[in-house]
T-cell receptor, first 114, second 112 residues
Framework: SQTIHQWPATLVQPVGSPLSLECTVE??????LYWYRQAAGRGLQLLFY??????ISSEVPQNLSASRPQDRQFILSSKKLLLSDSGFYLC?????????????FGQGTRLTVV | KQEVTQIPAALSVPEGENLVLNCSFT??????LQWFRQDPGKGLTSLLL?????REQTSGRLNASLDKSSGRSTLYIAASQPGDSATYLC???????????FGGGTRLMVKP
């Protein structure tokens, strides 16, 4: 079966510090991978998606970047965090199986920038 | 640009009631629509997925319908239980592009 791992679950970082959040998927190959952010009281906003190794598309300009060094690994990074980067970050993947494309999400990382 | 709206934003009902959550979208050229559940501080759990060619999907006490022409979907929860308390999100995948567009969610509380 397919599973998605996302860590850490919670993170408190000072302004100006770097960030690295990691997401890995098991049990599938060549998935589409996504990073979403959920700010308090707001909906999910797509930040980045990737259709393959080294292929990253950014949906919104921001202080963050993403990388996909391996087929099933997706990393969200920042060189210098801002207060506005605080939020709940979710990794997701989609798979096309039996004629259906379905999305699955990780458990999320709660990032607080202080 | 696809926009997804969920009404109501919050809902509180006594245990045992049947309830309907609403989701509307502006662009009817969708590939599929997915309903998710999110518990506080947790990730999203997929509940039901409806392909654009389908009109409804059922799983246990949950039934999701889709009216693509009018840009609407509903999630029906029968005989609600306190364990159903969570935020319910609908998301639409368009025919073009790889992304899901989410609604703002409905925060449901079922009181014992």
């Amino acid at each position: 079966s397919q599973t998605i791992h996302q860590w850490p679950a919670t993170l408190v970082q000072p302004v100006g510090s770097p960030l690295s959040l990691e997401c890995t998927v098991e049990g599938t190959s060549n998935p589409n991978l996504y990073w979403y952010r959920q700010a308090a009281g707001r909906g999910l906003q797509l930040l980045f998606y990737s259709v393959g190794i080294g292929q990253i598309s950014s949906e919104v300009p921001q202080n963050l970047s993403a990388s996909r060094p391996q087929d099933r690994q997706f990393i969200l990074s920042s060189k210098k965090l801002l207060l506005s980067d605080s939020g709940f970050y979710l990794c997701a993947w989609t798979a096309f199986r039996q004629g259906v494309t379905e999305a699955f999400f990780g458990q999320g990382t709660r990032l607080t920038v202080v | 640009k696809q926009e997804v709206t969920q009404i109501p934003a919050a809902l509180s009902v006594p245990e045992g009631e049947n309830l309907v959550l609403n989701c509307s979208f502006t662009d009817s050229a969708i590939y599929n629509l997915q309903w998710f559940r999110q518990d506080p501080g947790k990730g999203l759990t997929s509940l039901l997925l409806i392909q654009s060619s389908q009109r409804e999907q059922t799983s246990g006490r949950l039934n999701a319908s889709l009216d693509k022409s009018s840009g609407r979907s509903t999630l029906y929860i029968a005989a609600s239980q306190p364990g159903d308390s969570a935020t319910y999100l609908c998301a639409v995948k368009n025919n073009a592009g790889n992304m899901l567009t989410f609604g703002g969610g409905t925060r449901l509380m079922v009181k014992p």
